[in-house]
C-alpha cells in the first residue's frame, strides 16, 4: 500500500490517478479518503488526482496521543503527500475539516497551492457559538470512547446538515454510514479533542484571510447553516475569493450533489490554469452602497 510520511514519522495512506496538473482532495471528519470518489473519477481524467486518509483513519496510522493530532499537523500533511509525490504545487480542495486544513495550507504552505477550495468550512466558528461548539466535541469524543463508533455512527450520520444527503440518495447516504462506522474509535476521539475542538475560530484568522492572494473557491450548502455566516467572512476577507451556495443541499455536498460540485469546481480550476482568475477590485468595497458618496 503507498504511504507518506508526515515529519513526526505518522504514515498517511494515499491513493492517485490520472496525469496532469495535481489536485488532491482533504476529507471530512465523517468520511476518509474514499468519500472523494465520485471527484476521484471525474477529475482523474484531466488532472492527477490524489485523495489520502488522514492521521487517525486506517489504513493511515492511527497514533494513540492527542497531542499528534492538530490544526496544524492537518495542514502540513497535506504538503507531506505532496512531498511525497514529488509534486511542487497543486490545487488544494477539501471538506469540513478538510476545508479547515485546506485554508490553512494557504495560510502556512501559500507558495505551493495553485488554488484552494474550501468548501463546507465554518463549524464552530462564529464567536457566540465557540463554547457550545467545543462541549459538543467533548460530548461526541465521550459518546465514541463508550458507545463504540458502530453506536456513535448510527447517530451522528443522521445530524441536521446530513438528513438532506439522505433525502436526496439513500442509497448514497447508506454507504457513507457505513464507511463512518467502520472509522478507528482511537483516530475519530483524537480527531476531535486534538484538532477539532482546539483549532482557532475563523473570525481570529482575518489578518490571514486578507494577506492570501490564492485563488481561492468557498463552496457551501444552503442549508449548511453553520458554514453560511463563516462563508460569507471568508468571501469578505479573502480578496481571491469566489462563493457558491449549492441549493437544497446539506454538509456533504461532494457526495449529495456531486455533479454540481465537480461543475462548479471544474470551472474553477480552469479559470485558473488559464491565468484567468481576478483578485478583487477594491472599487467593489465601499461604505456606500450606491456608490454616490
Known amino acids: 500500500m503507498p504511504y507518506a510520511t508526515a515529519d513526526d514519522g505518522v504514515r498517511l495512506y494515499y491513493e492517485e490517478a490520472g496525469s496532469g496538473t495535481p489536485l488532491i482532495f482533504v476529507h471530512e471528519f465523517a468520511g476518509d479518503h474514499r468519500s472523494w470518489e465520485p471527484q476521484m473519477r471525474h477529475f482523474a481524467r484531466r488532472y492527477r488526482a490524489i485523495a489520502y486518509a488522514a492521521r ?60 484552494l477550495c474550501v468548501a463546507g468550512c465554518g463549524y464552530g466558528a462564529e464567536p457566540g457559538e465557540r463554547e457550545k461548539f467545543r462541549a459538543e466535541v467533548d460530548a461526541v469524543a465521550e459518546a465514541i470512547a463508550s458507545q463504540g463508533m458502530e453506536k456513535f455512527a448510527a447517530r451522528y450520520a443522521y445530524g441536521p446538515t446530513r438528513v438532506q444527503f439522505e433525502n436526496r440518495d439513500p442509497r448514497g447516504f447508506a454507504e457513507f454510514a457505513r464507511m463512518l462506522a467502520e472509522h478507528s474509535a482511537t483516530g475519530s476521539r483524537n480527531t ?17 484571510m486578507r494577506a492570501l492572494t490564492v485563488p481561492t473557491l468557498i463552496l457551501t450548502g444552503d442549508e449548511d447553516w453553520p458554514c453560511l455566516q463563516p462563508g460569507l467572512l471568508m468571501k469578505r476577507e479573502i480578496r481571491s475569493a469566489a462563493l457558491a451556495v449549492m441549493p437544497n443541499c446539506g454538509h456533504a455536498i461532494n457526495l449529495e450533489d456531486p455533479a454540481e460540485f465537480n461543475r462548479l469546481l471544474g470551472d474553477f480550476l480552469a479559470s485558473v490554469d488559464a491565468g484567468r482568475w481576478p483578485l478583487r477590485d477594491p472599487r467593489a468595497v465601499t461604505a456606500s452602497i450606491t456608490g454616490m458618496k
Open 192 to 208: 476531535q479533542l486534538g484538532c477539532q475542538r482546539e483549532r482557532p475560530s475563523l473570525y481570529e484568522l482575518t489578518a490571514e
Open 56 to 115: 487517525g483513519y486506517p489504513p493511515s496510522d492511527v497514533p494513540e496521543q492527542v497531542a499528534s493530532y492538530s490544526q496544524a499537523r492537518a495542514a502540513d500533511d497535506i504538503a507531506a503527500v505532496l512531498d511525497h509525490l514529488g509534486i511542487a504545487t497543486a490545487h488544494v480542495a477539501g471538506l469540513s475539516m478538510g476545508g479547515f486544513a485546506t485554508l490553512h495550507f494557504g495560510f502556512r504552505h501559500a507558495a505551493r497551492a495553485r488554488s
